[in-house]
């Protein structure tokens, strides 16, 4: 197993979770690291990701000023903060590399926003 997310869970509308992914050492250092996730009837959508010096991140729409991705090179770990969140932020959260055409999925974690 490459890439190992956690952090999920339930949360109300308005709340925060802390969303962390370890990877391998060889993909942590070799790309870029982004999160996706996937809502029930709906297909895997984009949630940002973050290049591998960490210096350049991107977002979906839906996430910005909400969401921060970064990454911790002393554990290999790629973190996903997530603040003032929706329902409609439900959805199974996956780790991936790299983003612009994926190699590589971690098993997912579920999260679950209640109004």
């Known amino acids: 197993v490459q890439l190992v997310e956690s952090g999920g869970g339930l949360v109300q509308a308005g709340g925060s979770l802390t969303l962390s992914c370890v990877a391998s050492?060889?993909?942590?250092?070799?790309?870029?690291m982004a999160w996706f996730r996937q809502a029930p009837g709906l297909e895997r959508e984009f949630v940002a990701d973050?290049?591998?010096?960490?210096?350049?991140?991107y977002y979906a729409d839906s996430v910005k000023g909400r969401f921060t991705i970064s990454r911790d090179s002393a554990k290999n770990t790629v973190i996903l903060q997530m603040d003032s969140l929706k329902p409609e932020d439900t959805a199974v959260h996956y780790c991936?590399?790299?983003?612009?055409?994926?190699?590589?999925w971690g098993q997912g974690t579920q999260v679950t926003v209640s109004s």
């Open positions: 991936a590399a790299p983003p612009e055409s994926v190699l590589y």
């Open positions: 973050i290049n591998w010096s960490g210096v350049g991140t």
């Open positions: 050492g060889r993909i942590f250092r070799t790309y870029a």
